[in-house]
């Protein structure tokens, strides 16, 4: 099993750009997790979905929105970029119930310019 | 909404000493608490979780006590060695459909050899 996957790595945008970071996991888990990780200011919950077919927000989540594609795979999109959003985006998931473990991906380091 | 504090944001123990990371949380409902390990340009791996229904949990050199009047919590690591040096966030959940973690701002152990 791969766990979570992420794509890609690293990305470097100008402000203004726009771009969707993808996350797949293979656990057949129900919850599904987006995170930014800046310095100084742990993991911030930026959009989750519990279950398949739904999604709600999380502290942080102006700027992004979310598109749960089917149970593996859980997008995050940047419709505009702006300096603010350089930061390390982590996805996780989970199995949803009950409250248990979350497996996090390794992570896409982004810079906007 | 839920907040979690944690102390101290740095801490140096020598190797073989105890290192004690404390977090306190906001929203009484709470139920779960996780900690999770991060190592320098790797993803977070949890490392113990204990829920409201116990006040103590041991896993070999690490402990985590909970203190629900006080909503407060705390993670032990006793015999430090230099591969516990890492970054260390609490975490606090609640029994809800969300399943989503609201996580401390991290811990970063150095244990000096």
């Known amino acids: 099993n791969a766990g979570v996957t992420q794509t890609p790595k690293f990305q470097v945008l100008k402000t203004g750009q726009s771009m969707t970071l993808q996350c797949a996991q293979d656990?057949?888990?129900?919850?599904m997790y987006w995170y930014r990780q800046d310095p100084g200011m742990g993991l911030r919950l930026i959009y989750y979905?519990?279950?398949?077919?739904?999604?709600d927000k999380g502290e942080v989540p102006n700027g992004y929105n979310v598109s749960r594609l089917n149970k593996r795979e859980f997008s995050l999109r940047l419709e505009s970029a702006a300096p603010s959003q350089t930061s390390v985006y982590f996805c996780?998931?989970?199995?949803?119930?009950?409250?248990?473990?979350?497996?996090f991906g390794p992570g896409t380091r982004l810079t906007v310019l | 909404g839920e907040n979690v504090e944690q102390h101290p944001s740095t801490l140096s123990v020598q190797e073989g000493d105890s290192a004690v990371i404390k977090c306190t949380y906001s929203?009484?409902?709470?139920?779960?608490f996780p900690w999770y390990k991060q190592e320098l340009g790797k993803r977070p791996q949890l490392i113990i979780d204990?829920?409201?229904?116990?006040g103590e949990k041991k896993d070999q050199r690490i402990a985590v006590t909970l203190n629900k009047t006080a909503k407060h919590f705390s993670l032990h690591i006793t015999e430090t060695q230099p591969e516990d040096s890492a970054v260390y966030f609490c975490?606090?959940?609640?029994?809800?459909?969300?399943?989503?973690?609201?996580f401390g701002s991290g811990t970063r152990l150095l244990v000096r050899p």
């Open positions: 996780a998931s989970s199995e949803g119930t009950p409250q248990g473990e979350q497996f």
């Open positions: 656990m057949n888990h129900n919850s």
């Open positions: 979905s519990a279950s398949e077919g739904t999604t």
């Open positions: 929203d009484s409902a709470s139920n779960y």
């Open positions: 204990i829920r409201s229904n116990v």
């Open positions: 975490a606090a959940s609640r029994m809800d459909s969300s399943y989503k973690l609201i």
